[in-house]
């Protein structure tokens, strides 16, 4: 079992910057990140694998996905946020070897941290 707990989330300007912190109990899974905007379906986010990082085409090149390993922490830096940014995001664990996978790859999630971005 993973135990994920997110924090980092906030208030900003649209082309401000926010950093996600997600700490979890281990790293032997692939962990993502995924959002959910109001009144829409969850999307996928990122994802980290040892030696691997992925990104949907949505925030290449925006986001970054990285982490750290004395702290057990994943991290999401978010630069030039979007108005469509605006969502919960959570962070979740999933088999490894599927890295990055469909949603159903992952298995455990966190409570999930609030985003919003202001135009």
């Known amino acids: 079992q993973v135990q994920l707990v997110e924090s980092g989330g906030g208030s900003v300007q649209a082309g401000g910057s926010l950093t996600l912190s997600c700490a979890a109990s281990?790293?032997?899974?692939?962990i993502g990140w995924f959002r959910q905007a109001a009144g829409k379906q969850r999307e996928w986010v990122s994802s980290y694998s040892t030696g691997s990082t992925y990104y949907a085409d949505s925030v290449k090149g925006r986001f970054t996905i990285s982490k750290d390993s004395a702290k057990n922490t994943l991290y999401l830096q978010m630069n030039s946020l979007k108005p469509e940014d605006t969502a919960m995001y959570f962070c979740?664990?999933?088999?490894?070897?599927?890295?990055?996978?469909?949603?159903?790859?992952?298995?455990?999630w966190g409570q999930g941290t609030q985003v919003t971005v202001s135009s």
């Open positions: 281990r790293f032997d899974y692939c």
């Open positions: 979740a664990a999933g088999v490894y070897w599927r890295c990055p996978g469909g949603e159903s790859n992952y298995v455990y």
